[in-house]
């Protein structure tokens, strides 16, 4: 049954999630060369300073499009006013919040993809250097990964509120916070969640642990979530 509502989920998908994850794959890159290209080209790292340069900008762009997500998607039961229909379906309510749920992970999965394409070919038009696949594989991944408890909050919230005035402004300015919270040398503000999607990034030692809790706080998240769904009445 669980299959039957993701697919559901699919087909209810307004277009803009479909090309939300290009245009996000494309801004990334797009920002990351352009920085690269004008102010960091000529310093030692060379092309390879590009991935530092995308490590400034890609957890603004996973959490601003993992936003704009999760909010067009519960907006759209909000809006034509369908949620009590789909609680009235012989399917259990976890399910239906669980779809779309996997459904923003998967178009934010795609973003990664895309960027590893765009940034793949701007290397080897630009440069011979043998392209560092760790780099360049986990860097996208990994804060996609890591938005994971991120994506649960806001999935949470859009549900939660009509109006979508809030969960918007709540994920921008994450998004945004996301820009400097990894960077301070306070604990606490790194085990934010905004925080999570630069920590994971392989250019920073001890990577993998901010994964692992990113995945670890995802989980418990959505498993909140999923509880207040259920309980919840909509109107």
Partial sequence: MILQVIRAEGYKLKKICWWLPLIQGCVLTGMTVMEWYLYFRQGPGGVYAGFAVMFMFISFVMLLGGTLLASIMAGTEHDTQTWKQLMAMPVPRSYIYLSKMLWIVILQFGTALITIAGMSLIWVLYTNEPIPWRVMLLQPINASLATLP??????????????????????????????????????????????????????????????????????????????????????
């Fill in 150 to 235: 991120v994506l649960a909050i806001q999935l949470w919230l859009s549900t939660l509120f009509i109006n979508q005035a809030f969960p918007l402004a709540f994920g921008i300015f994450g998004s945004i916070s996301s820009l400097f919270l990894a960077r301070t040398s306070i604990l606490w503000i790194k085990l934010l969640p905004w925080s999570y999607p630069a920590l994971s990034s392989p250019l920073i030692k001890g990577y993998v642990m901010w994964v692992i809790i990113a995945l670890c706080a995802g989980v418990i998240f959505i498993g909140l979530g999923t509880l207040q769904f259920r309980k919840h009445e909509f109107k």
